[in-house]
């Protein structure tokens, strides 16, 4: 059963990692942050309005990624949605993170499936009562679109896209993530 499930593993990390390759920095370094983000404030849940979806987030419905710091300055994420309808399974992952670089709270770095390989987390913009934000991932292909509740003005979309097309992200991928509560 083992050897059975072993490919099926490596599908979804390379489904993951796809666009990103296994040093997830070089595209990310290029990437400019905020200097202001403050991750104590960025922490709770958020709606993931909409994204550039990895082969894991295909047909994601009702998707809230909720992010908790830790004493020791790890920060706990659980992503969860609905698989195509909001009654649909519920798939949960549970990533970890930290901040790569103290000097700079908007560059974090997440591991997935306790894998030995980092991937870049972008925090691209930020709401200043941390309402909405973009973050980014280590490619050009990887973007979520966020907002403290289900909804989010057209106005403020076009604003965060155009922001994260500025930064070399393909905003032409993004997909509306269905928020149906």
């Keep these: 059963m083992r050897n059975r499930l072993l490919p099926l593993g490596l599908l979804m990390v390379l489904g993951l990692t796809s666009g990103c390759g296994l040093d997830s920095w070089e595209f990310a370094n290029t990437v400019e942050t905020p200097d202001n983000v403050e991750d104590e404030r960025f922490m709770g849940p958020w709606y ?3 994204n550039i979806p990895t082969m894991l987030e295909r047909g994601a419905v009702n998707a809230i990624e909720e992010y908790t710091l830790r004493e020791n300055g790890d920060i706990d994420t659980r992503f969860t949605y609905r698989k195509w309808f909001s009654w649909g399974p519920r798939v949960t992952m549970n990533p970890k993170g930290w901040v790569k670089d103290d ?55 076009d604003e965060l896209r155009a922001t994260a097309a500025a930064q070399g992200y393909d905003v032409s991928k993004l997909k509306r993530v269905p928020q149906n509560w």
């Design 48 to 50: 993931v309005i909409e």
């Design 103 to 157: 000097a700079d709270d908007a560059r974090w770095v997440m591991t997935f499936f306790n894998l030995p390989y980092e991937f870049a987390y972008l925090i691209l913009a930020v709401d200043e009562n941390y309402e909405w934000c973009a973050v980014g991932g280590p490619s050009s292909d990887m973007l979520w679109i966020m907002s403290r509740t289900p909804t989010l003005s057209q106005d403020v979309v």
